[in-house]
């Protein structure tokens, strides 16, 4: 019961898959065959392709997302852009055309076996559209080129034999857009809307509801209906463990889970906002979330990826909880029955569990302000981006006269739930700024939760580190903190150059 039409480099395609299909694996099974699973959980890019998302009411912003990890019936009514859509492929009486991040990609060697090549194509390509994009002095920062192109787009895409700086230098190369390129005129008019979807198989169903109303509703017959907004762990659920919910719900679009409303005493995010459109709408005005973006997985991820799933599933390792626990941060949830707001310091009840009331959604995630002034992100990992932490600490501070007036931390990855190092906060509050003060709460630190040995890192590792954080929060700010971070912070609101050395975190 039911159909769904997904346009697909241009051209209208009726999409009669499984609510448990994969946008990669329908479109393959179509003849676009560019896009290619590698690791099937958002990690490698090789699948990645552009999609049309609104960019305000009067645009379009391509971006560029895992086609492994959301259904095909998700992009119901929406338009996709494959590796083969770019270019204009040869046909009798006419030759082929490359598209300028193709052509750039063949001229400077970028390619070897091209596994790889049609997502870091696309993905280059949604940078390459990207408005913000604007030449620059590559000294600024030493990720971003001449041409303004951000290397951390191409953060989640891999090349295992081509070694990347070919890569970098066809980005780089890259200038504007032509006048008359088809994507960047289609970028000029509104992206297309989502339509309400309904899709029955034998074994399952796909539900976009219309509105937050219809949305409860179907929430209230079917609470154990699995929620989804970018996919980015129910697409691994389905891929690695199989997992195959009865019904499926999709929340991406519902209006009423995407206000961004920031008032004089606090921001409101909408739960299905995605971290791209958060980092955009905020602007830098919250500090400590503005560290957080660029060390949350990877620009493919942060395009689907929502605070409403990163703390829905009640990981202990979600990067998005301790900076919102820093930030003393609520949820406001919602019911056919009404709404409710939980302090997230009170959220989280177990390993996975929480307040969460069968039939309840996370509506929006309240951050009250103004934020602290002297904030910091600190996430351990064995890579440097686009990696699970083994440790996060994130620290939000105010000093008066010296003293901690106010502190508060949030920590991952150290108990079986996002947790708040009270224990350090009590430890700091009234006490003078110094590196007396610090060393002590440092030894508090370590040994707040209860770290783990597993195969992210050994529990002596992960004490280590909590010290470490403190340390080398106050070694950053100084006894003079008060006015921000001490030292210059390049995008992304930390120093990226500097941001494992001198850890010991052994690369």
Not at 153 to 180: H, K, M, Q, V
Not at 459 to 476: D, I
């Amino acid at each position: 019961m039911g159909s769904s039409d997904i346009t697909v480099n241009g051209t209208a395609r009726p999409c009669d898959a499984s609510p448990h299909t994969s946008l990669l694996d329908w479109l393959r099974d179509q003849g676009w065959t560019g896009a290619k699973e590698g690791c099937a959980e958002g990690e490698c890019g090789a699948c990645a392709v552009l999609v049309a998302r609104p960019d305000g009411p009067e645009r379009t912003r391509w971006v560029a997302v895992n086609a492994c990890l959301p259904p095909a019936l998700a992009f119901d009514g929406q338009e996709v852009v494959t590796s083969e859509g770019l270019g204009t492929p040869p046909a009798p009486g006419r030759e082929g055309d490359l598209h300028p991040v193709q052509r750039e990609m063949a001229d400077r060697g970028g390619s070897q076996c091209g596994y790889c090549t049609p997502g870091f194509v696309c993905a280059m390509a949604a940078e390459f559209y990207r408005p913000e994009r604007t030449p620059q002095n590559s000294a600024d920062d030493h990720e971003c080129g001449p041409n303004g192109f951000d290397l951390h787009a191409l953060s989640g895409n891999l090349c295992r034999c081509t070694g990347y700086r070919p890569i970098r230098d066809a980005a780089y190369a890259l200038g504007e857009p032509d006048p008359g390129d088809p994507l960047a005129r289609r970028s000029d008019t509104p992206a297309p809307a989502a339509p309400p979807t309904r899709v029955s198989l034998a074994e399952a169903e796909f539900v976009r509801p219309a509105d937050l109303t219809e949305l409860l509703s179907l929430l209230a017959e079917s609470p154990d209906a699995v929620l989804l907004a970018g996919a980015t762990d129910a697409g691994v659920e389905r891929n690695l463990r199989h997992h195959r919910p009865p019904l499926v719900l999709a929340i991406d679009r519902v209006d009423e889970l995407r206000d961004l409303r920031v008032e004089a005493e606090s921001v409101e995010i909408g739960a299905a906002l995605t971290l791209s459109e958060i980092e955009r709408g905020l602007a830098g005005r919250v500090p400590l979330l503005e560290e957080l973006f660029p060390q949350f997985a990877s620009r493919l991820i942060r395009n689907t990826a929502t605070l409403g799933g990163n703390l829905g599933t009640g990981s202990p390792i979600g990067d998005a909880a301790p900076v919102l626990l820093a930030m003393d941060a609520s949820l406001l949830l919602a019911s056919a029955e009404g709404e409710r707001e939980v302090p997230l310091a009170d959220y989280f009840t177990g390993y996975r569990q929480s307040v969460r009331q069968p039939g309840e959604l996370i509506r929006s995630v309240r951050v009250p302000l103004p934020a602290a002034p002297d904030a910091a992100f600190y996430k351990i990992a064995k890579r440097r981006f686009d990696d699970i932490s083994s440790v996060a600490v994130a620290i939000a501070m105010r000093l008066e006269d010296g003293a901690v007036a106010a502190v508060r931390i949030g920590l991952g990855g150290v108990a079986a739930t996002p947790i708040r190092a009270t224990a350090t906060e009590e430890a700091l509050v009234g006490q003078p700024w110094t590196a007396a003060t610090v060393a002590r709460a440092a030894e508090v630190l370590a040994a707040e939760g209860t770290p783990l040995d597993d195969h992210r890192a050994s529990a002596r590792y992960r004490s280590a580190m909590l010290g470490q954080a403190l340390l080398r929060f106050h070694a950053e700010q100084g006894e003079g903190a008060g006015a921000g971070p001490a030292k210059p912070l390049q995008k992304g609101g930390f120093d990226r150059q500097n941001h494992y050395e001198n850890w010991g975190e052994g690369r």
